[in-house]
């Protein structure tokens, strides 16, 4: 419906990547690029993606990947991201490393939910060659938007960060935590640890297998110091307490602006630090049970022989003291992950 002149006011003048991207939820009519006073440049790719280019892009010493909206309903990280764009494009924001800004699931935005047909979450990798979902089409298409970055970085960039922004549905123990996939035999970063905890997160947990995320993607794709980063819980757009992220927006504007982030060494004890323990995958959809309140917190601990599960093989018996429920959803289907048991470790 939209012309493409709208679309450049609406980015250009208006300064809104988000209504760009609200009032053009499947595509855009077509790419188009511009550059500020500062020189920078911005090209809309697709609906909800946007590449930045400094104005000595030769030079970069980083690509970045800030992503939002991955699930539709978390609002606080797309306004985080729109923020972020609308002070680039009205000279700001310092722009020294190319950065990949994107709203992931426009269509489930615009409807206030998780998803439209599928979990996006659960597509990259490959694993969108499975469904014909709108949320398939869109993985590969951001899987493409993805490897085309990192394909055209200049030579002078030594460092790749995907930094995956979410909120989650349920409360939490810890309030903001990250996910660390799967590194594939790397080590775990401690200066990306320590990025963390200067970001106001210090519980991390660990990923213990391959996985169909956005992080665990470009970490293995790409070789990205790559997280998904939860940040508090799921609210409307307007509702959020944006001074709750201060501390995460400012270290990754810094690092879009190449600027020192200050950071301390890595220690264990700053950490909570947790591993996976055993995924709760839902065997049976008739025997099923989920032994716990439905109001339940991320990270609520359980004592030995808790029975927090029954299912077709027995279900789920809590085996040490301190091990702990994450994700949480009895409604998943057949197959699918009903939810983490997590324990405390040190790395
Ligand atoms: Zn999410």
Redesign the pocket.
Same mark, same amino acid.
């Given at each position: 419906m939209n012309t493409i002149e709208v679309c450049r006011d609406l980015m250009i003048n208006q300064a809104s990547f988000l209504d760009l991207t609200r009032t053009n939820e499947l595509s855009i009519p077509e790419r188009f690029s511009f550059k500020t006073a500062a020189g920078i440049s911005l090209s809309v790719i697709d609906t909800g993606v946007v590449l930045i280019e400094p104005a000595d892009n030769m030079s970069s010493e980083s690509s970045i990947i800030i992503s939002s909206g991955? @699930?539709g309903n978390?609002t606080a990280p797309i306004e985080i991201v729109d923020q972020m764009v609308k002070d680039i494009v009205l000279g700001r924001q310092t722009v020294k490393n190319r950065t990949l800004v994107i709203i992931g699931n426009p269509v489930s935005m615009n409807m206030s939910q998780r998803f439209k047909e599928e979990n996006l979450?659960r597509l990259f990798n490959g694993t969108h060659k499975n469904s014909d979902s709108y949320e398939s089409k869109r993985a590969a298409d951001l899987e493409r938007y993805v490897e085309q970055f990192f394909s055209e970085e200049p030579k002078s960039v030594s460092r790749r960060y995907h930094y995956d922004l @979410?909120t989650a549905i349920r409360k939490s123990m810890h309030r903001k935590f990250t996910i660390y996939p799967y590194p594939d035999g790397r080590d775990w970063s401690q200066e990306q640890l320590a990025f963390f905890l200067s970001s106001d997160i210090n519980t991390i947990l660990l990923g213990h297998q391959p996985s169909g995320t956005f992080s665990y993607y470009t970490s293995h794709q790409f070789k990205a110091d790559a997280f998904t980063v939860e940040l508090g819980r799921v609210k409307g757009f307007g509702e959020n307490d944006m001074s709750e992220f201060v501390a995460i927006d400012t270290n990754l504007r810094a690092l879009i602006a190449g600027t020192k982030i200050s950071t301390k060494p890595f220690k264990n004890s700053d950490f909570n630090l947790f591993q996976v323990q055993a995924e709760l995958v839902k065997k049976d959809q008739e025997k099923f049970r989920l032994h716990i309140a439905d109001d339940v917190k991320n990270f609520t601990e359980f004592s030995t022989g808790y029975q927090l599960t029954d299912d077709s093989d027995g279900g789920y018996t809590v085996q040490e003291d301190g091990e702990a429920i994450v994700f949480p959803n009895a409604k998943v289907p057949v197959g699918q992950r009903a939810g983490l048991v997590v324990k405390r470790t040190q790395i």
């Open positions: 991955v @699930h978390e979450n @979410h």
